[in-house]
């Protein structure tokens, strides 16, 4: 619990951008596979996004491929997703995630095998 805390959401119009933020514990940041993912209201999770420790790794959904970009920053503990091209169907709450024993591409696959979840960032986009 409080292992990870998002930041960075808001309102938006259409074609905007936002960078959301999650900062981890060195001792669980060093050793995961971070990712995001979103629900919207009445919609199932979707995996977004996820980068290997390293950062050589990286895997995105095909709703956001070409828009979203993940990063890392090791030496701050914290996983930076920038959200370019904002749609309204992007509204949802991000959620970021920290698996110790996966890949990217495995992430968004199984995410019930997450071990740390954040809070949420509520992201808005206008039409």
């Known amino acids: 619990q409080g292992e990870l805390l998002e930041s960075g959401g808001g309102l938006v119009q259409a074609g905007g951008s936002l960078r959301l933020s999650c900062a981890a514990s060195?001792?669980?940041?060093?050793?995961?596979?971070m990712g995001w993912f979103r629900q919207a209201p009445g919609k199932e999770r979707e995996f977004v996004a996820a980068?290997?420790?390293?950062?050589?790794?990286?895997d995105y959904g095909d709703s956001v491929k070409g828009r979203f970009t993940i990063s890392r920053d090791n030496a701050k503990n914290t996983v930076y997703l920038q959200m370019n091209s904002l749609k309204p169907e992007d509204t949802a709450v991000y959620y970021c995630?920290?698996?110790?024993?996966?890949?990217?591409?495995?992430?968004?696959?199984?995410?019930?095998?997450?071990?740390?979840w954040g809070q949420g960032t509520q992201v808005t986009v206008s039409s």
């Open positions: 995630a920290a698996d110790l024993f996966t890949t990217p591409q495995a992430m968004g696959v199984n995410p019930n095998g997450v071990d740390y």
């Open positions: 060195e001792r669980t940041f060093s050793r995961a596979c």
């Open positions: 980068i290997s420790r390293s950062g050589n790794l990286i």
